[in-house]
């Protein structure tokens, strides 16, 4: 009886129907996972837009706009991210942030439910403006496509995205003869190492469809505001 069975399963084998049967059932398996992973972009560029306030701040001349374009090349470990500046006045210095809100909608125009507040920063980087060119270039490596965040438990701050990229005037004064009350210690905003920066100078603004940072590549439509890791 046992040596029966045995030439069975042989003749099974033989016919190909346990190896198709197994290759269906893995196939069903790992195609989504397959599929889930090839849908994720390798690299996405994107512009940041000018604080309309303070772009005269910012530029060399007045023919010319300052740009700041962000290249993020997806990796293994970690993530890299180029941000080229040109136009800019020489010798000016930024310091770069990922942040959780901008305060401008798609279409780049002030969005009036802006609070005031960039919700959980990051800090990044500095950049610096050479004193004879008018472009900067930083590159950092870091989480951040789709899952860079922080949280703090002992704030009550559950994990929190940061999927927008923005730079801040280093020197207050840099930005005082656009408006910015510079010599008053209280209007110093908190995005340097030393805490006493400037007005924010650039920024990302959001998706036209999901309203999230550029960072998130893959929104998670199940979960709308979501990203998938």
């Keep these: 009886m046992k040596n029966d069975k045995f030439a069975q399963c042989c003749r099974y084998l033989e016919s190909g129907t346990i190896i198709f049967a197994l290759a269906t059932v893995m196939g069903a398996v790992v195609a989504p996972i397959a599929a889930s992973a090839q849908d994720k972009k390798d690299e996405i560029s994107f512009d940041l837009v000018a604080n309309p306030k303070f772009v005269d701040c910012l530029r060399k001349s007045s023919y010319e706009e300052p740009k700041a374009r962000a290249t993020v090349i997806r990796g293994k470990l970690n993530d890299t991210m180029i941000l080229d500046l040109d136009g800019f006045k020489p010798g000016l210095a930024f310091d770069l942030f990922t942040v959780q809100r901008s305060p401008f909608l798609s279409d780049k125009l002030p969005d009036p439910n802006f609070k005031g507040s960039f919700g959980l920063a ?27 965040f922080g949280f703090d438990p002992d704030a009550s701050l559950p994990p929190t995205n940061t999927f927008h990229v923005g730079f801040w005037f280093n020197n207050p004064q840099d930005a ?45 439509d199940s979960h709308p505001g979501s990203c998938n890791p």
């Design 122 to 148: 990051w800090y990044q980087s500095d950049i610096q403006i050479g004193n004879h060119s008018d472009d900067g270039h930083v590159r950092i490596k870091t989480i951040l496509l789709d899952q860079i």
């Design 176 to 220: 005082a003869a656009c408006g910015f009350p510079a010599n008053d210690p209280t209007k110093f905003t908190p995005f340097n190492g030393e805490h006493k920066a400037g007005p924010f100078a650039m920024i990302s603004v959001p998706d036209q469809k999901t309203q999230l940072g550029p960072l998130c590549t893959d929104p998670d």
